[in-house]
């Protein structure tokens, strides 16, 4: 089982190099948490209702004005629907702009064959529910630290998420959550290592608090 349906409060371990999915309902709040520290986690959030409809970084950098989201702001769907609000937000830096890590990326560029990837996690996860032959969306790339430099040059480095760093965001419609622990363990994007992320779905702001701490 690469998914989790149980009631409120939920929390489902993302193992390193995997993926996982979970049920969220309109309104609930969801956290990710970085349990080690200096682990990207890609994040998709698909309407559970209609799978051509899910949260979208592009439209996300329009809605914003920014390619960085920041505590208080709406994230939005390629529909430009708004589908998150982010509440807090230990980092404060993420990436909106890389997609996810594919085989041709470890083929290509560092010359592994049958490396995982996030976006055969992804999916791994979705393929039980019936995605079909739909692309894989551009995900949001939680603890992910890129930068754009003034030429336009793109940086990645090292992770700067610590141990038990967190972003939680409240959902604004009903939602298939998939989180992958991102297997990129070639490059400064895999930080010391590749570890374990952890989803947590409750009911409430106060909730959701007494589970993290
Ligand atoms: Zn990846």
């Not at 371990?13 to 709040?29: A, C, F, L, N």
């Not at 996300?60 to 807090?88: C, M």
């Not at 996810?100 to 529910?129: I, P, T, W």
């Amino acid at each position: 089982m690469l998914d989790d349906k149980n009631n409120s409060p939920r929390k489902l371990t993302v193992p390193g190099r995997y993926g996982r999915s979970i049920d969220v309902e309109k309104g609930q709040y969801v956290a990710v948490r970085d349990i080690e520290g200096g682990q990207c986690g890609d994040f998709w959030a698909i309407d559970a209702n209609d799978f051509d409809h899910y949260l979208s970084p592009p439209h996300t950098w329009i809605h914003l004005g920014r390619i960085q989201p920041r505590i208080g702001d709406e994230l939005v769907t390629n529909q430009r629907k708004p589908i998150f609000t982010i509440i807090a937000d230990d980092v404060g830096w993420h990436d909106m702009l890389a997609p996810a890590c594919d085989r041709q990326r470890y083929e290509r560029y560092f010359g592994v064959k049958g490396h995982r990837s996030c976006h055969d996690n992804f999916l791994e996860v979705m393929g039980e529910r019936d995605w079909g032959s739909r692309m894989v969306p551009q995900p949001f790339n939680l603890f992910m630290n890129t930068f754009i430099e003034s030429d336009g040059t793109l940086l990645i480095r090292d992770p700067i998420s610590k141990r038990g760093d967190k972003i939680i965001m409240i959902t604004r419609m009903s939602l298939i959550i998939v989180v992958s622990a991102c297997p990129m363990d070639l490059n400064p994007v895999g930080g010391q290592g590749i570890t374990d992320l952890e989803i947590i779905v409750a009911d409430s702001e106060e909730e959701m608090m007494r589970i993290l701490n």
